[in-house]
C-alpha cells in the first residue's frame, strides 16, 4: 500500500478569460499563413482593388481638375459613386476572397482531423464550439481586412469627398456593403470549413470548395434548360449572393428567384455547414 | 480548481459505437496512486481514457473526475492533462512552442507559460532538445515531448495513454520514476500499458479489461488471492526439495507440488496460501531446510494470463 504525502498542490494563479481564448488559434495560423510567399503576394493584391476604387473615388469627385489639366472644361464624371459602384467592388472583392478562402479555408481543419490532433484541443480547458469560433476567425478576420473594412474606408472618403448631402443620402450604401461582405464571409468561411472537416484532405477540400460554386452553378443550369423551370438557381451560390446584394445595393436589375428564397437557402447552407462540422469535428471519429 | 471528489468514479458505464461494444456496465473508483489499465488490443483501455477525459461520452451510465462531470472541459481540464497514444504534432514547431502554445489555451499568461514550458521540458530531461523542431526527434522524444504537454499544467489527473511506448530503458526508467514521483505527491495516475512487468513494478493498482469488460480491479496481490480457480503457486528455494515434497503433501492444502527445473526448489499450488504458510513454518520449525519462501504467480503478467487468457482472448 502506498503512503501518499498529498503535497501536490496545482495552478492557482489567474487565467486569461474564456471568452478571449479562441484568439490564440488564429494567432498561429496566421504565422503559418503568411511564411507563405504566394499567400503573401495574394494578400497584397487583393489591396489593389481598393486602391484603383479609391483612384476612382477622388477623379469622379475632382473631375474638373482633372480635366482642366489636359485642357477640357466642363467635364462631369462618366460614372457616379453610388451602390452600383460599391456592388461592384464588393463584387470583385468577394471574387478575391473567394480564391484566398480556396486557399486558406481547407487546411485550417482537415489537418488537425487528419493528423488526429483535435484531441490537442479538446484536452484543454477548451470546447468544441470554441475550437470552430478560433479556426473560423482565421477566415472572418482575413476576408473582413479585404471587403468591408477598405470597403467602408472607401465610402468614408467619398462621403468626406461629396459632402454631408452625399452622406445622408446614401448612408445605406454603408449598410449594405457591411451586411453584404458579412452574409458573404459567414457562408464562404462555414462552408471552406466544412468541406474540410468532411473530405480531410486539404486540396480535396479546395477542389470540393470550386466544385460547390461553379460544378453546382453548371448543374442547377443544366435542370433550368432540361426542365424549363428557375429553381435549378437555387443551387447556383453566385447567383444567391447576386439576388441578395440586389435588395441591399437597391440594384433595379431582375432576379429569376424571389430574395427570400436565396436568404432561406443561404441559411440552409449554413445549417447544413453546422450539421456537418458538429458531426465532424470530435476527438475521436466513431467509424460505424 | 478540481471538484470536491477524491476519486474518479464510474457508475455502470457503457460505450457503444453503434452496435459495437467499447466499454460496458464499468463500475470503477480510482483512487490517488498509479493505477494501470491492462488489457489486450480492443480491450476498451483508450475508451475508458477518452470516457474518463470526456472525449467520448458515455452511452450510459455516470463518470465524476474529482467531482467533476467530464462533460465541463473548462472545469475539467484545470486538474487533468491528458497524453494520447497518438503522434499529433503542428507542423513545424519545436518541443517549445509545442508545449507553450497549448499553455495559452489553458488560460495562463505568456510569462505562466513559459515558466511552466520550462519545467515541464526539464522534468522530462528533453532540455537540450527543446528548440529543435518535433519532427526531427527520435519516437523516445515525441513520447517525452508529450509527457511535457501533458503534465505541464501540474494536472492532478494524469492520464496516459501507453505512455512508456518507443522509450528506451534509461529514459523509460525515469520516466517511472517521474510517475512514481507524481504518485508520491498525490495525484492520480493513470496509465495503460502492455508492458506487463513494468505495471507490475509501477502499480498501486491495476485495471484488467477485456472485450469491453472489467475482469478485475485493484491492488494485485488482493486481484491474485481472488482467482480461485487457479491455485496460488509458491516458489519455496530449499537444498533438499524431495524431501520437503513428501512433507508437504501431508498439507491437505496442497493440490500439487514439483521440484522446479533447477533442483534447487520446489514449485506448491494450493488453494490457501495463509493456512499453507502457517503450516510451512511448523514444518521449519521441525527442522526442514528452507532458504526463501515467495509467491510464483503474484504479478499482473499470472493475473493476466489466468484472467484473460496467454493469447489475449476473454476468458
Redesign the interface.
Known amino acids: ?2 503512503v ?15 471568452w478571449s ?1 479562441f484568439a ?1 488559434i488564429p494567432r ?1 495560423a496566421y504565422r ?1 499563413l503568411f511564411r507563405s510567399k504566394i499567400m503573401t503576394a495574394f494578400f497584397v493584391i487583393c489591396f489593389i482593388p481598393p486602391l484603383v476604387f479609391l483612384f476612382l473615388i477622388y477623379l469622379a469627385n475632382n473631375i474638373g481638375s482633372f480635366a482642366k489639366m489636359f485642357g477640357v472644361t466642363g467635364a462631369t464624371s462618366p460614372f457616379a459613386v453610388d451602390g452600383e459602384f460599391f456592388a461592384t467592388y464588393l463584387g470583385i472583392q468577394a471574387a478575391l476572397s473567394f480564391i484566398l478562402t480556396a486557399f486558406v479555408g481547407p487546411g485550417l481543419v482537415s ?1 488537425d482531423l487528419a ?3 483535435l ?9 468544441r464550439a470554441e475550437y470552430v469560433v478560433g479556426k473560423m476567425s482565421v477566415l472572418l478576420v482575413l476576408l473582413s481586412l479585404i471587403t468591408w473594412f477598405p470597403g467602408l474606408i472607401l465610402f468614408a472618403v467619398q462621403a468626406v469627398l461629396g459632402g454631408p448631402a452625399w452622406l445622408i443620402q446614401h448612408l445605406w450604401i454603408a449598410w449594405a456593403l457591411f451586411a453584404g461582405s458579412w452574409i458573404w464571409i459567414l457562408v464562404v468561411s462555414l462552408l471552406a470549413l466544412a468541406l474540410s472537416a468532411w473530405v480531410k484532405w486539404r486540396i480535396a477540400a479546395g477542389a470540393l470548395l470550386l466544385a460547390v460554386f461553379f460544378v453546382a452553378a453548371a448543374f442547377g443550369e443544366a435542370v433550368n434548360a432540361v426542365l424549363e423551370v428557375h429553381w435549378g438557381k437555387l443551387i447556383n451560390l453566385t447567383y444567391l449572393f447576386a439576388t441578395v446584394w440586389n435588395r441591399l445595393f437597391r440594384s433595379r436589375e431582375t432576379f429569376e428567384i424571389s430574395e427570400a428564397s436565396a436568404w432561406l437557402m443561404l441559411g440552409l447552407i449554413c445549417a447544413a455547414c453546422l450539421a456537418l462540422l458538429n458531426r465532424k469535428l ?3 471519429e ?3 | ?2 471538484g470536491h471528489g477524491r476519486e474518479i468514479v464510474f457508475e455502470n458505464v457503457s460505450k457503444f ?4 461494444l467499447g466499454v460496458n456496465r464499468v463500475n470503477l473508483t480510482i483512487p ?3 493505477t494501470s489499465l491492462v488489457g489486450p488490443n480492443g480491450s476498451g483501455k483508450t475508451t475508458l481514457m ?1 470516457l474518463m ?1 470526456g ?2 461520452r458515455p452511452t450510459q451510465g455516470h463518470i465524476d473526475v474529482l467531482g467533476v462531470p467530464p462533460d465541463q ?10 497524453c ?1 497514444q ?1 503522434d ?5 514547431m519545436t518541443g517549445y512552442q509545442f508545449v507553450y ?2 499553455l ?6 505568456h510569462e ?1 507559460a513559459a515558466d ?1 514550458t520550462t519545467d515541464a521540458i526539464e522534468r522530462v530531461r528533453l532540455t537540450d532538445a527543446a528548440h529543435r523542431k518535433i519532427a526531427g526527434y527520435s519516437k523516445g522524444m515525441r513520447q517525452r515531448i508529450k509527457l511535457a ?1 501533458a503534465i505541464s ?4 489527473v494524469l492520464v496516459l495513454d501507453e505512455p512508456l511506448n518507443g522509450l528506451d530503458p534509461l529514459v523509460r526508467a525515469e520516466t517511472i520514476a517521474l510517475f512514481r514521483s ?6 492520480y495516475v493513470i496509465i495503460s500499458s502492455h508492458i506487463l512487468h513494468e505495471v507490475d513494478a509501477i502499480s ?1 493498482q491495476v485495471i484488467l479489461l477485456s472485450s469491453g469488460y472489467v475482469v478485475a480491479e485493484g ?1 494485485i496481490h488482493g486481484v491474485r488471492t481472488e482467482v480461485e480457480e487457479h491455485p496460488m503457486q509458491i516458489l519455496i528455494r530449499c537444498g533438499q526439495p524431495a524431501t520437503l515434497a513428501s512433507r508437504i503433501f501431508e498439507l491437505d492444502t496442497v493440490v500439487e507440488a514439483r521440484v522446479h527445473n533447477d533442483g534447487k526448489g520446489l514449485l506448491v499450488r494450493t488453494r490457501d496460501p495463509e493456512r499453507f504458510y502457517l503450516l510451512l513454518n511448523r514444518l521449519v520449525v521441525d527442522g526442514v531446510d528452507v532458504e526463501s519462501i515467495a509467491p510464483a504467480d503474484d504479478d499482473v503478467h499470472s493475473v493476466y494470463e489466468y484472467l484473460i487468457g496467454p493469447d489475449g482472448g476473454a476468458i
Do not use: C
Open positions: 500500500m502506498a501518499y504525502k498529498r503535497s501536490y498542490r496545482g495552478y492557482a494563479g489567474p487565467v486569461t478569460s474564456e481564448r490564440i498561429y503559418g489537418g493528423n488526429r490532433a484531441t490537442l484541443y479538446l484536452s484543454r480547458p477548451f470546447t470530435r476527438a475521436f466513431v467509424v460505424r | 480548481m478540481s459505437y453503434g452496435e459495437v490517488p496512486g498509479i477518452n477525459t472525449l467520448l472541459p473548462e472545469r475539467l481540464f484545470r486538474f487533468v492533462g491528458y494520447t497518438f499529433s504534432f503542428p507542423r513545424g502554445s497549448y495559452l489555451l489553458h488560460g495562463k499568461s505562466e511552466l504537454h499544467h501540474w494536472p492532478k507524481l504518485a508520491q505527491e498525490g495525484q498501486d491492488q
